[in-house]
C-alpha cells in the first residue's frame, strides 16, 4: 500500500514561549511556582526528546504523524496530545522536548486534537487551536495527515495559541 501525506505546516502566531526566561515582570532565570520538579511519571525530566516513560500511548493504529518543532525556542517543554471527543477531551500522549530540539508523534490515529504546552522554565502554559487528523484510503493507497507545530512567533503563521491556567494544562 502506498501512503501519501498531505503536509500542512501549523506555525504558531502571535505568542513565544521561554524567550526571556519567565513570565512578564519575574525575573529571567527564576522558576514560577507552577513548574513542576519531575515528569509526571515522578523521575527527572528527560534529557532529550521522547515520551515520558511509563505513561500510555493511546490514539496509536493510525498512519498520521504530527511534529513539534521546538528548535527556536529557548526553553524545555512539556507537551500533551490532547484529544477533543463528545465526551470531553484527554491527554493521549505526553513528551518531553528540550529547548533547541523536535520530536514527531508517529502512527497518530484519525480524530479531533489539540496541542497543549508547558514552557519548564517559566511555568507558562498553552494550547494550540483544535486540529483535525485525517485519512482515507484511495485507489492510489492511504492519504494521511502530516503536521508540523512550531513553538515560536511566526509572522503570518496559522495557528494561534491560547494561553491556560496552570490547573487547565
Sequence with gaps: IRRHAFVLALLVAGLSIGCDGG????????K???VPGVAPNGHAW????GYIEGLPLFNNDGQSEITVDNRSNGSNVFVKLVEQGAGGSRAVRQFHIPRGG???LRDVS???YE???MDLSSGHAAKSTPFRID???TAAGIEYSSFT????TVANGNMRMQTLAAGEF
Excluded: H, K
Design 102 to 104: 523536535r520530536f514527531t
Design 135 to 137: 485519512e482515507r484510503r
Design 46 to 49: 528527560p534529557v532529550g526528546a
Design 149 to 152: 507545530l512550531t513553538l515560536y
Design 32 to 34: 514560577s511556582a507552577d
Design 115 to 117: 496541542i497543549r504546552y
Design 110 to 112: 484519525p480524530g479531533n
Design 23 to 30: 513570565r512578564p515582570g519575574q525575573p529571567a532565570g527564576r
